[in-house]
């Protein structure tokens, strides 16, 4: 799978794409990525990729040249229209299922906004899933494209090194993760819980899905309830 992301800061996403996990996936080629800068694909000869909103208001807006340009030249490379997110704090909130569906794509655009947003006639063209990562408002979408790059690379096979580890774990049923615990089996006074030193793999399975359950019901009720398109 490859990842392109469109931006006027293409340093910041390479240093947190390429560096840890996801690092060690590019660099054994399970997956791809390449930071696309958008100011390259200006046509204005003094690099300018953003003018002022028609209608008046604070800001400035990036400008539909330019952005176009910088996604047709991933369209040219790969032959075809991909599957292309706009991070924004004005959509739908990021989940597990949707990192799991975007992990089925061979190639994925994230487009990053800057200053006031995009002209909308751009997005209009080359956007299929407009993505917020939380409902806050971010100086730009880098952060959350490198969330998004994150969240889908540990569910594209082989990135993570342990099968079970993407799977077994948060919000993989709506449920949160249950407390863990390694050595010493006492620090300062407390104790690890004694069914986790039973060697009884069943009784295990079972306080940990109590856990899980009565965690989830203290921290995040709504799970739930919520939707199975969320997972
Ligand atoms: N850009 C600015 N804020 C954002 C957010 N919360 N999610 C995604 N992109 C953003």
Same mark, same amino acid.
């Given at each position: 799978?490859?990842?392109?992301?469109?931006?006027?800061?293409? #340093?910041?996403?390479?240093?947190?794409?390429?560096?840890?996990?996801?690092?060690?996936?590019? &660099?054994?080629?399970?997956? &791809?990525? /390449?930071?696309?800068?958008?100011? *390259?694909?200006?046509?204005?000869? @003094?690099?300018?990729?953003?003018?002022?909103?028609?209608?008046?208001?604070?800001?400035?807006?990036?400008?539909?040249?330019?952005?176009?340009? =910088?996604?047709?030249?991933?369209? /040219?490379?790969?032959?075809?229209?991909?599957?292309?997110?706009?991070?924004?704090? =004005?959509?739908?909130?990021?989940?597990?299922?949707?990192?799991? /569906?975007?992990?089925?794509?061979?190639?994925?655009?994230?487009?990053?906004? @800057?200053?006031?947003?995009?002209? &909308?006639?751009?997005? #209009?063209?080359?956007?299929?899933?407009?993505?917020?990562?939380?409902?806050?408002?971010?100086?730009?979408?880098?952060?959350? =494209?490198?969330?998004?790059? *994150? =969240?889908?690379?540990?569910?594209?096979?082989?990135?993570?090194?342990?099968?079970?580890?993407?799977?077994?774990?948060?919000?993989?049923?709506?449920?949160?993760?249950?407390?863990?615990?390694?050595?010493?089996?006492?620090?300062?006074?407390?104790?690890?819980?004694?069914?986790?030193?039973?060697? @009884? @793999?069943?009784?295990?399975?079972?306080?940990?899905?109590?856990?899980?359950?009565?965690?989830?019901? #203290?921290?995040?009720? &709504?799970?739930?309830?919520?939707?199975?398109?969320?997972?």
């Amino acid at each position: 799978m490859k990842f392109w992301v469109l931006t006027l800061f293409p #340093e910041m996403v390479e240093n947190g794409v390429l560096t840890s996990i996801t690092g060690r996936a590019v &660099e054994k080629g399970i997956i &791809e990525f /390449e930071a696309i800068n958008i100011r *390259d694909y200006t046509n204005e000869k @003094h690099g300018k990729v953003d003018d002022y909103p028609y209608g008046g208001g604070a800001g400035m807006l990036m400008q539909a040249q330019p952005v176009y340009d =910088a996604y047709m030249s991933v369209v /040219e490379k790969i032959g075809y229209k991909p599957r292309t997110v706009y991070l924004t704090p =004005a959509a739908k909130v990021f989940s597990q299922g949707k990192a799991k /569906e975007f992990a089925l794509e061979e190639n994925l655009v994230l487009l990053c906004g @800057h200053y006031e947003g995009i002209d &909308e006639r751009v997005l #209009e063209k080359i956007v299929t899933d407009n993505v917020s990562i939380g409902d806050y408002v971010l100086t730009g979408g880098e952060l959350a =494209a490198m969330v998004v790059v *994150d =969240a889908v690379s540990r569910m594209v096979p082989g990135v993570l090194t342990n099968a079970a580890s993407g799977k077994d774990e948060s919000f993989s049923e709506n449920l949160l993760e249950y407390p863990q615990y390694t050595r010493p089996e006492e620090w300062m006074g407390e104790k690890v819980p004694p069914i986790l030193l039973s060697g @009884h @793999h069943a009784n295990v399975e079972k306080w940990r899905r109590e856990q899980a359950i009565k965690r989830t019901m #203290e921290r995040r009720p &709504e799970l739930l309830k919520d939707n199975e398109d969320d997972r």
